[in-house]
Every structure is written in structure tokens, then in C-alpha cells.
């Protein structure tokens, strides 16, 4: 049966509501492509070079998005310093009013900010839905706690806060944060990510604008803005998720000042299984673990599992991931109508064509080095419109003790490819889930749990899951990474409040030059 798409989800109906929910963010179609503005020094402006933005989805163009330069982007962030100093002394009463005023009218525009997502990066709508959700909510929360954690006297940072984002969590990993920055009392600034969510963010910063509150949104090559977002003298702090490359140029850049500054970086999380049985309860937190690709910092790529579990590891494993479903997330049959569900699926396209293609050299290369392709999932029968551009897909695929100098041996592949990795001492297991020199999260498969709580004392990871998996977490759970995978102060909760604050008693959670400090977990 052909597919089409669903109604009311063309790109050109989804970017009509999007211009009309915010007018003033939005240039004419040039050639047919809309110009996003540049909200700086508190207005949208027409400036910067247009570059074209495709969508994952299909390999269309949705908007152009205007790059600035340097000097461009150093006039906003002085103009963010002078309304940081306006802000800071804005009484938390206020703040938590103009706050709620945003969350509001973001909760008004939700299935458009979700939908949005679905064209931008390619996520199915239930986790666009979700990722919009977690920003609200998760706010919310925040406005209820924020006079407690402020209690201690803490202030507002001297400058605002410059957040450097990867695409693939536009609401609740960035704006979600920025809300919270701007209720503790300081002015944000946030760079749009050049791969996806650029009309997503730039609808609710202009809802966040039209509520008050002091924000910046400004795109362009990290290359050419980094010095001014990262060590321009104006800004408080640096804000920074994303690849380990990235992230060790913006940390190396603050090695010779004294900027607050929180950096997460991915790294290669791992599932331990030893001495386990319980293969159903497994198998559910496996298949969720597929969801949007595994495109996220806290994936689960590697399985590390003892020699005698092969076997019924794998009988439970490989049933799982040929289960999991991906596609075009809006693709729908002619009987569906308005009103019905759109396609539940656990991922759509990878963010790029070029990050897919990436991918499949990286399992390509791995196999000619001695992996053995335990599953490799095909493009034939998912679903997709007759026609469509399928470059940006990737199947899901698993492989076998990948060889050492292979860069799915070391690296988190970002995308549906898992590695299994097969030991036979509880040494050999802690030494190949701690491979990548610290990571965010870390789970351990173990029927006795005791035996797993003293193996997790060994690993190198911010969070460990017995018998369960860690996430980021939400509202007042902590969050940060051990080793590469984080420098800087930790968040979450009362800790990112405390990260975009100063004051109080005793030092940071966090990696810094001179010490770690850990919370509990």
C-alpha cells in the first residue's frame, strides 16, 4: 500500500503555523525558502549570510538560516551583558511570573514545537512530544523549587550565560536549561545548531522573548563564533553539550580563565552482563533503548557479556533489535484520518545524510577488521512515500568483538549500531566498559545485586543502573560524567541552579583542574 503523508503535516503547513505563531522571527521566502531572523541585542534582525537547512526526513530544503560573523555576534553579547545586569536585579518574584508567562504560551504551541522537531531532526512524534514535554514540565518544577535554592543567598553569575548545544534535544536539554538560568537571574545566550531545530528554537524564543525574559538566539559556524560565545569577557559562563572534539576545543579555550563553564560530552556507555537470568525484564529496557536512533549522549552502544551468557544473551538480544521500527515518522496509509495516531516508531532518520554515511564506513570498516555482523538490518519494507530520498536511514546493526583499532571499539557510534564485547573475568568486564576513558552512564546486568553494587564501585561512569538503565534524569536527580565525558560543574536539580549561581557554602559538584566532587547518584 502507498504511503502518504499525514494531513496537516506537509513541511509548508508546518512552517505557515510556525511564521504565524511568530511573525516577527521569520523573513520572506526567498526562491521559495523562508530566511529565519537573528534575535540579538532584543530584537529579531534580518542579518547574517543565508545557508540552506535540509530536513533528515526527506533531504529537502525547510529555511535558510542566517550565519553572523564575529563581530556581529560580539555586539550581542555585549548588548546580553548590559540586559544581564538589568535582569540580575529583577526581584525572583518577577522572574518567576515572566517565566511562567513563557511556559504558558510554549505549552500553548506544544504539538507545533513537536511537529517541528519530527521535520527538523527526525524525530517520531511521540519523542518530539516528549522532548517538548520535558523542557515544560521540568520547568515548572523549577519555578516551584527556585526560592529554596536561592535561599542560601546565592546571586546571579556576572555575565550571561553562553549555551553551546548539539541538535539533538533543541527543548529539553536546551531551552529547558536556559529557562532555568534565566529564573536563578541570569541573561542566556544560545547558538542555534547548524544540523537541526533551528525554526523549533526560534518559535520559542520568540514566545520566550515576547514574556520578557533576556534572551539571545544567534547562529553561525562554531569555528568562526567560538571565541566570542565562549571567551568574550562579558559572558558568566559556558554551557556546552555535545562531541568530545568540540567539547575539548571549548575546554581547552577556558584553561586560562576562571569562567564557570559545564561541559558534557559524549561517552561510550556500556551494559554489563554477568551472572544474570532475567532475559524478559532485559529485553524491555533494550528495545527502549533503540529510541531516536540511540542519537543521544546517555545510548547504550556496547554490551560487554560473560563468555557462558552468550547464548541466551543473544536469544533474547537479536529478537529485540529486529523488532524495532524505523521510517518516515509522518508516513501514514490512505486509510488514516484526522485524529488518528501518527506512526509509532522507535526512530526515524539519522540527522544527516553525511552522519549516516559516516556511520555505515564505521561498521563497513569494522567488519573488514574482524567484527563479526551478528545482524544487519535492511531499508526494504519500512516505511517510506514512494520515491523519497532515503540517504539519511540507517538499519539497525550489531557486531561482534570489534577489532581494537577500530573506531567502534573506542568511539560511541551515535547511531543504531551496537557492539558486543565478550569476557571472561569480572576484570576483563570492568576494563572494557571503562574503554573510553569515562562516560555519563554505565548499567550492570547482575541476578545478585550486591555482586553488582561492588562492581559498580570500579567503573568509570557518572551513573550506574543495576539491572536497569541510567538516563540524564529530570527535576531534582543530578547529573555529569567522569573522566572525558564531563568537565566542569555538574547539573541537575539544585546543582544546576548552584552552577549558574554564586554564593553559599562549599564547592562545586563537578570536574574541575583541581578537584572532582561527586554527589550521590
Not at 564506513?361 to 567488519?367: G, H, I, N, P, T
Not at 577489532?403 to 551496537?418: I, K, Q, T, W
Amino acid at each position: 500500500m502507498a504511503l502518504r503523508l499525514a494531513d496537516g503535516t506537509a513541511w509548508s503547513d508546518v512552517l505557515a503555523r510556525a511564521a504565524a505563531a511568530a511573525p516577527e522571527a521569520f523573513g520572506p521566502a526567498v526562491d521559495g525558502v523562508t530566511t529565519l531572523h537573528n534575535l540579538i541585542e532584543g530584537d529579531w534582525q534580518a542579518v547574517g549570510s543565508p545557508a540552506a537547512v535540509r530536513t533528515p526526513v526527506d533531504n529537502t530544503v525547510l529555511v535558510n538560516l542566517p550565519r553572523l560573523d564575529a563581530a556581529t555576534a560580539r555586539g550581542a553579547v555585549a548588548h546580553a551583558a548590559t540586559a544581564h545586569r538589568v535582569w540580575a536585579e529583577t526581584p525572583l518574584a518577577d522572574r518567576k511570573a515572566r517565566v511562567t508567562d513563557a511556559l504558558d504560551a510554549l505549552t500553548e504551541h506544544r504539538d507545533l514545537l513537536a511537529l517541528l522537531l519530527v521535520w527538523e531532526i527526525g524525530k517520531p512524534w511521540r519523542l518530539a512530544c516528549a522532548d517538548v514535554d520535558r523542557a515544560l514540565d521540568g520547568v515548572r518544577w523549577y519555578v516551584g523549587e527556585i526560592d529554596r535554592m536561592l535561599a542560601d543567598g546565592r546571586e546571579p553569575l556576572p555575565g550571561p550565560v553562553s549555551n553551546i548545544a548539539s541538535w539533538n534535544y533543541p527543548m529539553s536539554v536546551l531551552v529547558h536549561a536556559e529557562l532555568v538560568q534565566v529564573l536563578a537571574g541570569n541573561a542566556v545566550i544560545a547558538k542555534t545548531p547548524s544540523q537541526g531545530g533551528a525554526v523549533c528554537l526560534t518559535v520559542a524564543h520568540a514566545l520566550m522573548r515576547r514574556a520578557g525574559l533576556p534572551a539571545t538566539l544567534l547562529s553561525g559556524s562554531g569555528e568562526e563564533l567560538s571565541e566570542v560565545l565562549v571567551r568574550a569577557p562579558e559572558i558568566g559562563a559556558v554551557a556546552f553539550v555535545g562531541g568530545r572534539s568540540n567539547g575539548g576545543k571549548v575546554a581547552a579555550a577556558l584553561l586560562d580563565t576562571d569562567k564557570r563553564h559545564f561541559i558534557e560530552q559524549e561517552g561510550l556507555n556500556a551494559w554489563g552482563i554477568w551472572n544474570f537470568s532475567q532475559w524478559n525484564l532485559l529485553a524491555g529496557h533494550l528495545k527502549k533503548g533503540f529510541e531516536y536512533g540511540k542519537q543521544r549522549c546517555t545510548a547504550y552502544p556496547r554490551f560487554v557479556v560473560q563468555r557462558e551468557l552468550v547464548d541466551q544473551f543473544l536469544d533474547m538480544y537479536l529478537p529485540v533489535v529486529r523488532s524495532v521500527r524505523f521510517g518516515h515518522p509522518l508516513a501514514v496509509g490512505d486509510d488514516w484520518s484526522a485524529g488518528d495516531p501518527l506512526p509509532e516508531l522507535d526512530f526515524g532518520p539519522l540527522i544527516s545524510a553525511a552522519k549516516a554515511d559516516e556511520l555505515r564506513r564505521k561498521v563497513d570498516e569494522a567488519v573488514r577488521g574482524g567484527a563479526v555482523p551478528l545482524y544487519r538490518g535492511r531499508l526494504d519494507g519500512a516505511p517510506f512515500l514512494d520515491g523519497q530520498d532515503t540517504s539519511a536511514y540507517v538499519a539497525p546493526s550489531v557486531l561482534l568483538a570489534p577489532p581494537g583499532r577500530s573506531r567502534l571499539m573506542h568511539a560511541e557510534p551515535f547511531g543504531p549500531v551496537d557492539t558486543i564485547v565478550v569476557v571472561d573475568t569480572t576484570d576483563e568486564l570492568l576494563a572494557a566498559m571503562n574503554a573510553s576513558n569515562g562516560a555519563l552512564v554505565a548499567s550492570l546486568a547482575c541476578d545478585d545485586e550486591d555482586e553488582a553494587a561492588k562492581l559498580a564501585v570500579d567503573l568509570q561512569a557518572f551513573k550506574v543502573g543495576i539491572n536497569k538503565p541510567r538516563s540524564r534524569g529530570d527535576r531534582e536527580e543530578p547529573f555529569g560524567g567522569r573522566g572525558a565525558s564531563w568537565k566542569g560543574a555538574f547539573v541537575g536539580g539544585d546543582l544546576l541552579v548552584q552552577a549558574v549561581t554564586v554564593g553559599g557554602d562549599g564547592r562545586l559538584y563537578g570536574n574541575f583542574p583541581d578537584y572532582s566532587s561527586y554527589p550521590a547518584t
